[in-house]
């Protein structure tokens, strides 16, 4: 089974054309720190790695780099896009055009929908348990081009998921930051139990490439299973942490605000 090359030119003209526009909102990009200018450009690398040349044509014959694929584009790279602030930087684009899409789209109810917090969980966790436990999972590991349509679907997952309980980017829906926390501590579960089942299962879920046997699609199985189990949840206490400061910083924040209030009252 190969991949068409013409995927790798799809993706890498995507994510070139992305970087290109990122790097040309100067003015805009004023409002968003370095570091987090240096997330999103991290981000659209490690796109590029593990969706342009080498990964993506191992990734259709050998499983635990597939699952590198999956843990990196909706575990690592997605959350990396949000923190980026894209759409802080698309919000005061200088392409006129750019802004009157993301204005219509952000008075579209329906398309709001899919950045409530609950909604986001819900895709997030049915692209989680379809890709791997579903025909979709077989199909993926057994055509070259539903495998590639499931890498947008990591994307895209990842994206609507972590939007929400990201800071950086305008909200459509503002979600406490508790509720920030507890979802992705909810979401580590599900995650590290995908990466459990597929390393402890005693029987191979997807068809294997010719000339594979049973015992190597099992450790190949294995192998990718453990690497989910195992860097799913370091990647999910990152984020985890992160909200945490977030929320202490918001708290913070707020109980300087307070502070200021009762000092003017008093000054009166």
Known sequence: MKLNPLWD???????IAVGYWYSSEKQARTAVSKIRQGLFYSALTLTFVLMVGPVPHLAVRIFWVHMIQHIGLMMLISPLLVLGAPIQVAAHSKYPALTRILRSLANNRLFGQLFKAPVGFTIFLAVLIGTHFSPLANAGMTN????????????????????????GNPHIYFIP???????????MLPE???????????????????RTSMSMGLADQHQGGAIMWAMGMLIDTLWIVLAAKDWFAAEKALAELEDNQEMGSHDE
């Open 192 to 210: 590290t139990m995908v990466g459990f089942f597929l390393y402890s299962g005693n029987r191979v879920l997807h068809s294997l490439p010719t």
């Open 144 to 167: 070259p081009n539903m495998h590639c349509l499931e890498l947008m679907l990591f994307l895209v997952a990842g994206v609507i998921y972590y939007y929400p309980v990201m800071e």
């Open 177 to 187: 930051y508790s509720n920030r926390v507890i979802s992705l501590f909810a979401m």
């Open 9 to 15: 030119l799809l993706f890498a003209s995507l994510i």
